[in-house]
C-alpha cells in the first residue's frame, strides 16, 4: 500500500496586521493611543477574518466538492468573500443593496463577482438573496457577513494577536475601541477578550455607531433587540437595521460600553487619520477614530480619572479600513459636512 499524503490545507485568507501607537493621535486623546491595522488584510478590511475563516471551514468540511459562495453585503464583506474566493478557485455572486455605490460594485466585478443590487437595505438584499438564489443552488454556500459564530471566531483572531503584540510594548491594554453594524466585529472582540487569560483585567470595550445607523443604541435603550425603520447615515457599512442577538446581549456586560457619533465627525474621524497616519479608510472606520478627537474616548474609557492618570491608560483602535473610499468621495463630504 502506498503511503497516505494528506490534501494541502488552503492558503490563509487573512494576515496577522500590525499594532502601531501613534503619537500624534496619542497627544490628542491625552492617553496611549495604538492602531491595529486592519485596513491591510487582503481584501482591505477586517472583514477577511470572519469570512475568510467561514468559507475555508466551509472547504473543509466538503473536501473536494463543488462550492460557489454567497454572500449579501453593503460592500466590505463581499469584497472578502470575493477575495477568498480567487485563493479558493471558487465563484461567488454577491448581492448588494440600492444605497451601495457604483465605487464599491465595480471593486466587487474587478474581482470576478457576480454582483447584484435589491433591496432598500442589507436585510432587503439579504432575504433576495437566501430565498432567490441559495435555496436554488446545490452548491450553493451562504455567507452571512456577520451572525454566525464562524464569522465571530475569526474576527476574535483580533484580540489572540493583540495578547502577544501589547507585551512587546510592555503593557496591556485598558481599552479597546470598534465600530459596529451588525456585531460581527463586536462580537469577535468581546468573545476574544474573555479568552485572554493573559490579561491581568478586561480591558473596557467602546462600541462606535454613527447616527442614522444605530441600532446597538436603539436596543440598548429600549432594553430589547430594536430594527430601525431605515437607515440614513452615509456609513451604510454600518447599515445593518437590526444588530444581531449575540451583539445585544454582550451589550448587558460591564465591560462593554457604546456610543454614537454624526456622520460629519465620522467623516472628521477620516480626515485626521489621514492627516496623523497617512491611512485612508471608508467613514464607517472614521466613526471608529472620532472619540479619539471629539472628548468620546475619555469620557467612556476614562471618565472621573486625572489628567495623570488617563496619560497612562492603553487603548486600542481597531482601524476596520473598508474599502467604500477615495480622495474624491472624502472631499466630497468634507464639503457637504464642512469638515476642514
Same mark, same amino acid.
Given at each position: ?6 490534501? #494541502? ?32 488584510? #487582503? ?5 477577511? +477574518?470572519?469570512?475568510?475563516? =467561514? ?25 472578502? /468573500?470575493? &477575495? ?15 444605497? &451601495?455605490?457604483?465605487? =464599491? ?12 443590487? $435589491?433591496?432598500?437595505? *442589507? ?8 430565498? !432567490? ?7 450553493? $454556500?451562504? $455567507?452571512? #457577513?456577520? %451572525?454566525? #459564530? ?15 503584540? =501589547? ?10 475601541? /470598534? !465600530? ?13 477578550? %474573555? ?14 455607531? &454613527? ?33 444581531? +442577538?449575540?451583539?445585544?446581549? *454582550? ?6 460600553? !457604546?456610543?454614537?457619533?454624526? %456622520? ?5 474621524? /477620516? ?28 469620557? *467612556? ?5 486625572? %489628567?495623570?492618570? *488617563?496619560? +497612562? ?28
Amino acid at each position: 500500500m502506498g503511503s497516505y499524503v494528506p490534501e #494541502p490545507e488552503p492558503r490563509k485568507l487573512w494576515i496577522e496586521t500590525p499594532l502601531i501607537p501613534s503619537v500624534t493621535m496619542s497627544r490628542a486623546a491625552g492617553c496611549n493611543i495604538y492602531l491595529k491595522l486592519e485596513n491591510l488584510q #487582503p481584501s482591505g478590511s477586517f472583514k477577511s +477574518r470572519g469570512i475568510g475563516n =467561514m468559507m475555508l471551514r466551509a472547504m473543509l468540511s466538503n473536501p473536494g466538492g463543488e462550492a460557489h459562495f454567497y454572500c449579501s453585503s453593503g460592500g466590505n464583506a463581499g469584497l472578502a /468573500c470575493a &477575495t477568498a474566493a480567487i485563493t479558493l478557485a471558487k465563484p461567488c455572486t454577491i448581492v448588494v443593496p440600492m444605497s &451601495t455605490s457604483e465605487h =464599491m460594485m465595480a471593486k466587487l466585478r474587478l474581482l470576478g463577482a457576480e454582483v447584484k443590487q $435589491v433591496g432598500a437595505h *442589507w436585510a432587503e438584499a439579504d432575504a433576495h438573496l437566501r430565498q !432567490n438564489l441559495v435555496a436554488h443552488d446545490p452548491a450553493g $454556500v451562504y $455567507v452571512p #457577513p456577520f %451572525d454566525h #459564530p464562524h464569522v465571530w471566531e475569526g474576527a476574535s483572531s483580533i484580540v489572540t494577536e493583540l495578547v502577544p503584540q =501589547m507585551e512587546v510594548f510592555g503593557v496591556e491594554p485598558d481599552g479597546i475601541v /470598534c !465600530n459596529v453594524g451588525g456585531g460581527g466585529l463586536l462580537n469577535g472582540i468581546m468573545d476574544g477578550v %474573555d479568552q485572554a487569560k493573559a490579561w491581568k483585567t478586561k480591558p473596557q470595550v467602546l462600541a462606535v455607531e &454613527t447616527v442614522g445607523a444605530d441600532s446597538l443604541d436603539a436596543s440598548v435603550k429600549a432594553g430589547k433587540l430594536v430594527t430601525l425603520p431605515k437607515i440614513t447615515s452615509i456609513a451604510t457599512s454600518l447599515g445593518a437595521p437590526t444588530v444581531s +442577538r449575540r451583539t445585544f446581549e *454582550w451589550s448587558q456586560e460591564k465591560h462593554l460600553n !457604546n456610543t454614537v457619533v454624526t %456622520d460629519a465627525e465620522a467623516v472628521m474621524g /477620516c480626515v485626521r487619520l489621514v492627516d496623523d497616519a497617512r491611512i485612508l479608510v471608508e467613514v464607517a472606520c472614521g466613526a471608529t477614530i472620532a472619540p479619539v478627537y471629539n472628548g468620546g474616548l475619555r469620557k *467612556w474609557l476614562g471618565e472621573g480619572l486625572t %489628567d495623570e492618570e *488617563w496619560s +497612562r491608560k492603553n487603548v486600542v483602535l481597531i482601524v476596520c479600513g473598508g474599502s467604500n473610499i477615495s480622495f474624491e468621495i472624502l472631499k466630497s463630504y468634507q464639503e457637504k459636512y464642512n469638515v476642514s
